[in-house]
């Protein structure tokens, strides 16, 4: 395929939405981000105002890589990155607990990172 008709299907691509954008991927560990961590919160209310309130406090944290509203146990998942433990508990301390409607926080700390993938299957949905 040459360069324009290539270029056309990746511009149709992005105008239908398929293609959000384009990133970086960078190295965490190069950087001297040392923690990965998995926070499931609970939460006391499950209004509109309330969740959208939540949620936008959240992701405004840099800290904060992904967030997910969830069914089970738990009703948000977070996925934070930091440099250090002492960083970590900073965020904790500072801004989860200062949210009023978070009633319980648990977190697991990633041992090390064995796969995450950023690729969609699409091969297995012909």
Partial sequence: ???????????RLEEEGFIQGYQ?????EALGF?????????VD???EE???KLEEKITLCPEVVALYNVTGDYDFLVKIVCKSIALYTVFIEKTLRKIPCITQIRTS???REVYDS???PLSAYP
């Fill in 34 to 42: 040392e923690v990965t961590a998995f926070v499931h919160l609970s």
């Fill in 1 to 11: 395929m040459s360069e324009t008709p290539c270029w056309r299907r990746l511009k």
């Fill in 24 to 28: 970086a991927m960078l190295n965490k």
């Fill in 109 to 111: 700390i990633t041992l």
């Fill in 118 to 120: 950023k690729i969609i």
């Fill in 50 to 52: 309330v969740t959208r």
């Fill in 45 to 47: 209310s499950h209004t």
